[in-house]
């Protein structure tokens, strides 16, 4: 007999993987944070060393793809490219720098943040911006979203550092409530000082499931001159919920009028003569017809008068009471 070797030959497929980073929101009410002093996943690894974006980042890095920095003179930093030297990439410090580009910036004792140092050719103006995505398995219509703005307060000039949001990360809309403008006489010494903006329900519209939003945080020269403040970004918050329709308008007018009883007609005739429903609106601009329940009070069938009826609802589903 003869035997037959079998040769089986594995094939192993290796496949590389870029790794793909933005802000992850994976559920709703609840506050997600960057710190910049722990991961978060596609956001940075590890505490922020200022040690620039990168596709798949070491330890002190960005996620490229969650971050943009525009307006340095080493060039623009989109959304999804790498940078890891020159203006992006000029280590931790503990402020009180000269040179323009990205810092970590240690505001406080073994506290870091992302900062920048502007310059003449440096993020006057220039913003670094924020992809976050929606991953709550929901569409979201409300955001709550809060951030500390750290200012070295160093230098004779004041700038801006303005929040704002966009929907698509190239057409941006101001927030009001995230206006700020450093002073422009120096403080003397200058430390490290905070401002805590808090902001919430500035959006009105649907963020699907798996949609973006885009925060950034836009800078220019104010008044003054010679050389710029430090700023730090840092305890980036971010709330996603889905609010609810609430009432806007009653139709009253037009459902419910006044009615003439003839003396002795019983209570329960007299409401029945009353209206049975009524229109109600609500922010989502939904008409709902609703049942009404009516009450007549101190009511005497055999005493003329003028009585007050009132009439009660229950809220449709899905719509809530402001």
């Not at 030297?85 to 505001?107: C, H, K, L, N, Q």
Request: charged fraction near 20%.
């Amino acid at each position: 007999m003869k035997s037959r070797a079998l040769l089986l030959l594995a094939f192993l497929t290796l496949w590389v993987v870029q790794v793909k980073g933005q802000w992850s929101i994976t559920a709703v009410d609840t506050d997600f944070t960057i710190d910049f002093d722990n991961t978060v996943a596609g956001v940075n690894e590890g505490v922020f060393a200022g040690s620039g974006f990168a596709s798949n980042p070491t330890t002190g890095q960005l996620y490229a793809d969650a971050w943009a920095v525009f307006g340095m003179s080493d060039g623009n930093k989109d959304f999804g490219e790498e940078a890891t030297d020159g203006d992006f990439a000029r280590g931790a410090s503990p402020g009180g720098v000269t040179t323009g580009g990205i810092y970590a910036f240690e505001v406080e004792s073994g506290n870091f943040a992302l900062g920048v140092q502007p310059g003449s050719s440096d993020f006057t103006p220039g913003w670094i911006g924020l992809k976050v995505q929606n991953n709550t398995g929901q569409t979201v219509n409300f955001i709550q979203f809060s951030y500390d703005l750290w200012v070295l307060n160093d230098q004779d000039r004041a700038n801006t550092f303005n929040g704002e949001f966009s929907f698509d990360g190239s057409t941006w809309q101001p927030i009001q409530q995230a206006l700020f403008t450093s002073p422009e006489l120096k403080d003397d010494p200058a430390v490290w000082e905070k401002t805590t903006f808090n902001l919430g329900g500035f959006i009105d519209v649907d963020i699907a499931d798996g949609d973006y939003l885009y925060f950034r945080w836009y800078s220019n020269d104010a008044t003054g001159g010679g050389s710029r403040d430090e700023f730090a970004i840092d305890n980036i918050v971010l709330k996603m919920s889905k609010t609810v329709p609430q009432i806007a308008d009653i139709d009253i007018n037009s459902d419910v009028v006044d009615v003439t009883v003839c003396q002795g007609t019983s209570e329960a005739d007299a409401i029945a003569a009353l209206a049975a429903q009524i229109t109600i609106t609500d922010t989502d601009g939904a008409e709902h017809v609703v049942d009404l329940s009516w009450t007549i009070d101190s009511y005497d069938a055999n005493t003329p008068a003028d009585y007050t009826a009132t009439g009660t609802f229950t809220l449709p589903d899905g719509v809530a009471q402001t």
